[in-house]
């Protein structure tokens, strides 16, 4: 019984509340139980699929990869981690990130009239080592203004062992931190400022089902998974229809900027003050880009 699958749509006061606060929520039914049984079996069939792939391998619109190994892949112990913008290849995740109680509940923390910006699946598999660096998602893609969230919704059981998101709660009302090091955009935050992210972090467990709404300023991180079990993410990015991006997008696709809920803006937006700019980077995912950026630091 996945009991974090139910039909709740909207989020309540005290949920709104906790988000504006907190810079999260975890609600349940990120899903209707129909849509959620056909993610996790459409997604089992190309972690099957991966095992006769031997490098990263398909392609999206930027040219990049959708599939992304983590190194020591194999047909035996497959580490499919990421499936770059499912939507533009699955009418079921298009459907769940565009029809079903995500959009909803984005609508409840940004609405009326939200965007789409983009979609992918993060997966850790038993006995994969995939962590990710503490960072927030608007420095990746800054916008106009910070009007946007990022929903993670639970594939799987979301437990303290098999690699949780952790987040810092009041990071948002803190500004942007800088992903920059030695004048290069690692992706994520210094070695001082994840110490003390670490410190203030709390994990977001939840069940099958549920979902962690995020600003798109708070900051975040996660460990590998060190449980049997998997721990895989439908993660979806949504903004207010007047936050337009001030960069390309690493990953486009191209649903990027449809509306799914209410109606479009031709005003952008203004948020006071600068904003820190990434550079560009073609790769299959921020892990790889996180990864090199972890080694240089060891190297130093
Ligand atoms: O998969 C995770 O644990 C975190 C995901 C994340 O931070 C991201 O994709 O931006």
């Known amino acids: 019984m996945l009991c974090g699958v139910c039909v709740v749509a909207f989020l309540s006061s005290e949920q709104v509340e906790h988000?504006?606060?907190e810079g999260y929520v975890v609600a349940s039914g990120a899903a209707t139980p129909a849509s959620f049984a056909a993610m996790t079996a459409e997604l089992d069939a190309w972690v099957e699929d991966s095992r006769s792939h031997r490098e990263n391998y398909g392609e999206?619109?930027?040219g990049s990869p959708r599939f992304d190994l983590?190194?020591?892949h194999g047909a035996a112990r497959p580490r499919?981690?990421?499936v770059n913008n499912p939507a533009e290849i699955s009418e079921t995740y298009r459907t769940a990130a565009f029809d079903g109680p995500l959009g909803d509940m984005a609508a409840s923390l940004l609405g009326p009239d939200v965007k789409f910006?983009?979609?992918k699946i993060n997966l850790k598999l038993p006995g994969t080592a995939t962590r990710v660096d503490y960072h927030q998602d608007f420095a990746y893609v800054p916008y106009t203004n910070d009007d946007a969230l990022t929903a993670?919704?639970?594939l799987d059981d979301m437990t303290l062992d098999n690699g949780c998101l952790m987040v810092v709660p009041g990071s948002h009302r803190e500004g942007q931190a800088s992903l920059w090091q030695y004048e290069r955009f690692t992706g994520s935050v210094s070695a001082e400022k994840t110490a003390e992210c670490k410190r203030r972090a709390v994990p977001i467990v939840g069940k099958a089902g549920d979902v962690c709404l995020m600003h798109t300023l708070l900051l975040h991180g996660s460990d590998a998974n060190a449980s049997?079990?998997?721990r895989r993410l439908f993660i979806c990015g949504y903004s207010a229809a007047d936050a337009f991006p001030l960069v390309r997008a690493s990953l486009p696709n191209c649903f990027q900027g449809a509306i799914v809920r209410g109606k479009a803006s031709r005003h952008a937006r203004l948020r006071a003050g600068s904003v820190e700019l990434p550079t560009e980077f073609n790769m299959?995912?921020?892990f790889q880009l996180q990864e090199r950026s972890a080694r240089r630091a060891v190297r130093r």
Do not use: H, I, K
Request: proline share 8%; hydrophobic share 35%; charged share 30%.
């Open 70 to 72: 983590e190194p020591g």
């Open 60 to 62: 999206t619109l930027s």
């Open 117 to 119: 910006l983009q979609c």
């Open 19 to 21: 988000y504006r606060r």
């Open 228 to 230: 049997d079990r998997p």
């Open 284 to 286: 299959a995912s921020f």
């Open 152 to 154: 993670l919704a639970m």
């Open 80 to 82: 499919l981690r990421r």
